[in-house]
């Protein structure tokens, strides 16, 4: 008998074959789009340390979500950059707050686009953090009623979907029965449940004007060594409600989203993150890393690993090459 009999290169020679057999593929369903909006009108400030993203005001959010959309993209998440942060970030539960503005602009121009919000105190908060401070302390229970007013708010200006991002304990929970009182018991709830205290965030915090002023996000967030905590984050945000559920960063974390997408049936999102991007881009800038090939390969495997969503800010740049 000729020597080997199996051959799997057979299948690899002809680039047609090579696609009937080609086990994941990325759609622009899959994709989420992070953006961030700022007050005012017709701004639009590139962020220096993310590139190719702006602060955008309300107006031109919703002009860039009709071009994503002509482009084919499906969903967007927000970020809201206010104008004045306390210490109790009561700026994110304004009704005239960037996010709430910018949700109502996209709807009038874009009414398919699936809308989602991030929903968080850092981004409001004077200190940083993602919960009330006290004493040098990020207190969880007192957090969780500022974290529900914002989703309420976010779903009252017409939100499809809510994200809360901060890590608090119970706020899953918290958010379901504020949004359920209010009769939002529709608006379904993305958890960023296993969320890393990650070094990745940088680029993201310069963006935001998040970084801590004090300390860091150990005391909420997960410690990059654990896996199994993982699977108990993911299992307290279902038994709360959560209708999706997340982890993040992805790149580096592929063997949690294969976890989590063996833990439950509900949909699996991976945030592919921003120093996940910054890096791609720094190394394709020198010269060592094909750009479209790396980020192609970056999002085919967070998929491969078990994601369902994938949340990337390269996501109007990848739709065409799709
Ligand atoms: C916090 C939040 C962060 C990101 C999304 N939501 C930053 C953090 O936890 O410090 C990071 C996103 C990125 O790095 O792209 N609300």
New binding site residues.
């Given amino acids: 008998m000729p020597w080997p009999i199996h051959r799997p290169r057979r299948l690899r020679d002809h680039p047609g074959l090579r696609e009937l057999i080609r086990e994941t593929k990325v759609s622009p369903a899959d994709l989420i789009y ?1 953006i961030f909006v700022v007050s005012g009108q017709k701004i639009k400030k590139p962020i220096p340390s ?1 590139p190719d993203q702006y602060h955008l005001s309300p107006d031109l959010a919703a002009a860039l979500a009709q071009d994503f959309a002509k482009k084919g993209g499906k969903a967007l998440i927000l ?1 809201g950059i206010p104008d004045h942060k306390d210490d109790k970030g009561a700026s994110g539960a304004e009704a005239q707050g960037p996010v709430p503005l910018a949700i109502k602009a996209i709807k009038d121009k874009v009414p398919d686009l699936v809308v989602i919000t ?6 409001y908060t004077s200190h940083g953090h ?1 919960g009330l401070v006290e004493k040098g302390q990020v207190l969880n229970d007192p957090t969780l009623p500022l974290l529900a007013e914002q989703a309420l708010a976010h779903a009252q200006a017409g939100a499809d979907m809510v994200a809360p ?3 608090m304990d119970g706020r899953v929970g918290a958010i379901r029965q504020t949004l359920d009182a209010a009769g939002y018991e529709n608006i379904p709830i993305m958890a ?1 449940s296993a ?1 890393y ?2 070094g ?6 310069d ?2 004007g ?3 002023a004090f300390g860091d ?1 150990k005391g909420y ?1 997960m410690d990059p060594a654990n896996r199994l905590e993982a699977r108990l984050e993911v299992e307290l945000d279902l038994a709360e409600g959560a209708d999706i559920v997340m982890v ?2 992805a790149g580096y974390y592929l063997d949690i989203v294969r976890e989590i997408r063996d833990l439950t049936n509900r949909p699996v999102a991976a ?7 910054a890096m791609i881009k720094a190394a394709s800038q020198i010269g060592v890393l094909d750009y479209k090939t790396v980020v192609l390969e970056s999002l085919v495997s967070i998929k491969r690993a078990g994601a369902d969503l994938i ?1 990337t ?1 390269f996501a109007p740049e990848v739709l065409p090459w799709l």
Avoid: I, T
């Fill in positions: 992070p993310l970020f991030d929903v968080c105190l850092c981004e993602c991002s901060d890590m960023y969320k205290a990650s990745f965030y940088g680029p993201f915090r963006a935001a998040s970084a801590p996000r967030q993040k960063p945030y592919q993150v921003s120093g996940e991007m949340l800010y």
